[in-house]
């Protein structure tokens, strides 16, 4: 019937909880440093990070985890409702890459962690560099080396050279990393049964922390063209006068304006301007110090306002990219290019996030009880792998009926279902038929399969306070409705349930989302669920139904089918 199902592997599952845990800290901690403006926040969430993850590498000592849990939390941070994402992923898989490949190349005991734990947060400072000289260019090396030569002169510190300063700033965050994997090693220690309490996974619900972005108008070809427009006017910044670059770039930054008008939220942070007004007028009062003893210098205020527009187009377009790379499309091509473990974990963690976010304490209240916060966080990581372990398991009662547009799905469940009946079986459920006007669908009804009551649910005529998708305005109650028949059937242990149809609407936690949420947890009861042929991969890896168990409604009849569901 289709391709077989392989059950997702113990190391993604592992990676998915830990991956929650992991988007759950950086929330979390990255909402309270960003609120009270405190420097250095990238490196405290670094070290933050380096604690944990020396814990669970004690605790899970298979190879691989850490790496597949950064690039789980790297990708959930898409939900963060910051305007700039690409910086903290790439710091969360940077992280997991450290730690993953030096302990695996020299080994798990204290001192590979610790020097795992020195190069993560060291990373912090190589990565908070290379942002400055993307934003500004190379002409920021020009302005820090002339405050630097101005600094010395007027301190007469002369041996404080650049290398030795370079060397007290890398070995703070080094033992800062040191630290932090010390402190994560330390405080190890499996929880007992005391400290164990039973997890009730939520169904997926969004949560305040959880800020969805209400940009819609996604367009992978924007993704080239950001890129393309930025390397351009870049190299133009570098090579060109001004009446050339200036033009094009204040275009491409009106264009990101009108289109992504969230990316402005950057530019409202006091820091930003801080730095802005620091470098323009160290630029300005020491460009030609050095060489005249001049404190103006036209050169240096053209300097620092070059940097100026060359950061505003970097910010805007990776702000641009950042929104576009939310673009669902991208969980289509997790699914279609064999990394359906990958989009597997994602769903997994999606689904504790928000409950993991509750059950842990605020920054503050983890920084003062870290030795209680691992056992607490490695206690429900164990109780998050078994429930995980379930859900991903494959759901051999639950089959996938598809088949192309118009090619009679539903009249097959129908008259398969009367069939079933008709041998004394329960056969509980909704249908959705539809009638047609000039070759097209025009309305959908729900048929209650136990009472023959049929409801309109959709049509292309607008009625007010129905929800609009597509072509169709749907009616919310009737989904209520439908969802409370689909409950009751559950209630009387139906022989089987039918539910039709699932397609992208319920993808997105809308239409028969909550139905499903009742059916997926259901192991005991044998389904039908009837879904649009383009989705049921999809819907298949989403809910872990086996390869096997898809239907081709155009290779069945309802007779076979019948004494095929009939069959224990």
Known sequence: MGERS????????????LGSLWAAIEIIAGSFLHNIRL?????????????????????????????RAGVVAALMKSISPSAVILGPMIAIVMEAVILEFVTRFLGRHLFSYMLAGALAVMWALVQKVLNFII???????????????????????????????????????ALAGILSA???????????????????????????????????NYNAVHILFITFAVVITLYLTDRTQVWIYLPMGLAFLAYVLARYRRTTRYLRKPGIWIQFTVLTFIATLLWEWLSTG?????????????MIFRAMVIIFGFSALSVELRNPLIRSILQRNGL???????????????????????????????????????????LLLKKFSEESSPRDNVFLLTGPTQSGKTTLVKETAGLLMEKGLKVRGILAPGNFRDGKRNEFFIWDIKTGKAELLASRKPEKGWTPYGPFFFNPDIFLK???????????????????????????????HQALEM???????????????????????????????????????AEGLAEFLSVD
Do not use: C
Not at 294 to 306: D, V
């Open 6 to 17: 392989s059950r997702i592997s113990e190391k993604w599952i592992k990676a998915a909880v």
């Open 39 to 67: 420097p250095f926040a990238g490196t405290m969430l670094s070290m933050f990070s380096v604690f944990m993850l020396v814990a669970f590498m004690r605790h899970w000592k298979e190879p691989g985890v850490i790496l």
């Open 135 to 173: 934003l500004y260019g190379f002409d920021l090396v020009r302005v820090l080396e002339a405050f630097y030569q101005w600094a010395v002169v007027k301190t007469g510190l002369e041996q404080v050279t650049p290398a030795l300063l370079i060397i007290i700033v890398a070995a703070s965050y």
């Open 182 to 216: 010390l402190m994560g090693y330390l405080t190890f220690r499996r929880p007992g049964e005391k400290d164990r309490a039973d997890i009730a996974l939520p169904a997926r619900k969004r949560s305040g922390y959880l800020q969805q972005s209400n940009f819609n």
């Open 294 to 306: 001049a404190y103006f210098s036209i050169e240096g205020l053209e300097i620092g306002l070059k």
């Open 340 to 382: 359906s473990n990958l989009y597997v974990a994602l769903n997994l963690s999606f689904t504790a996030l928000p409950f993991v976010i509750d059950r842990l304490p605020g920054f503050r209240t983890m920084v003062r009880q870290r030795k209680r916060l691992i056992v607490t966080m490695i206690s429900q990581a164990d």
């Open 482 to 512: 439908g969802t409370a028949t689909i409950g009751q059937a559950l209630k009387e242990r139906a022989d089987l349930v039918i539910l039709d149809e699932v397609g992208p609407v319920e993808m997105k936690g809308k239409g028969w």
């Open 519 to 557: 059916l997926k947890d259901r192991r005991d009861v044998r389904q039908v669920w009837v879904v649009r042929e383009r989705m049921q991969k999809e819907i298949r890896l989403n809910y872990m139904v086996p390869g096997e168990n898809v239907i081709q409604s155009d290779q069945w009849t």
